[in-house]
């Protein structure tokens, strides 16, 4: 078992839908970070969070700790939303990111 | 600043050759990694370095070599590409091994024949 799970791994939706991506881990961890792949391969950061929400435009990313859960939700979607999101772990033990395999959103016009 | 760069973008190697990706950053971080990309599998942790001068093996070492240039600059060598090495590769780095973001450069596709 992946100690880092995304699900689902594919998603596609209209324009306009509320998203909803998930990422449970099973280790110890000091820091969750959410990141966006866009075709053509750049990797950046969305969010790190360690406890609570946070908000970022249409962007907003949750952490339950005792729930070892993490929800990324994007408000009112557009096609350019079009991406791989990414769940990492910063593992506690070792300040060593564990990576999901990611999740693979299309928002259709 | 430029962030983290990396050269080349794109490589087409025949198995048996070798090559060295190059990555820089001028963020004046401490901790920079390597890491393989895969379709259908997360990023794997080829080698890091937590400072410089330092360096060790991450998950998938086999097969690659790293220098730790200076504070700025971390190469991946490939001695004797195989197919099974055909990724995208991406470099990043941390202001140290705490920190908890990380910053990638741009990645390089690299296709082994």
């Known amino acids: 078992k992946n100690e880092v799970e995304q699900s689902p791994q594919n998603l596609t939706a209209q324009e306009g839908e509320f998203i909803t991506i998930n990422c449970s881990y099973s280790?110890?961890?000091?820091?969750l970070h959410w990141l966006q792949q866009h075709p053509g391969g750049g990797i950046v950061s969305l969010f790190m969070?360690?406890?609570?929400?946070k908000k970022h435009g249409r962007l907003i990313a949750t952490i339950n700790i005792q729930e070892k859960h993490s929800s990324l939700h994007i408000t009112a979607s557009h096609p350019r939303d079009s991406a791989v999101y990414i769940c990492?772990?910063?593992?506690?033990?070792?300040?060593?990111?564990?990576w999901g395999a990611g999740t693979k959103l299309i928002i259709k016009p | 600043n430029a962030g983290v760069t990396q050269t080349p973008k794109f490589q087409v190697l025949k198995t048996g050759q070798s090559m060295t990706l190059q990555c820089a950053q001028d963020?004046?971080?401490?901790?920079m990694y390597w890491y393989r990309q895969d379709p259908g599998m997360g990023l794997r942790l080829i080698y890091y370095?937590?400072?410089?001068?330092?360096?060790d093996k991450g998950e998938v070492p086999n097969g690659y070599n790293v220098s730790r240039l200076n504070k700025r600059e971390f190469s991946l060598r490939l001695e004797s590409a195989a197919p099974s090495q055909t990724s995208v590769y991406f470099c990043?780095?941390?202001?140290?091994?705490?920190?908890?973001?990380?910053?990638f450069g741009p990645g390089t596709r690299l296709t082994v024949t």
């Open positions: 990043a780095s941390r202001e140290d091994a705490r920190s908890y973001e990380q910053y």
């Open positions: 370095s937590a400072s410089e001068g330092t360096t």
């Open positions: 963020m004046n971080h401490n901790s």
């Open positions: 280790v110890g961890i000091s820091a």
């Open positions: 969070l360690s406890s609570g929400k």
């Open positions: 990492a772990v910063l593992y506690r033990s070792n300040y060593q990111l564990i």
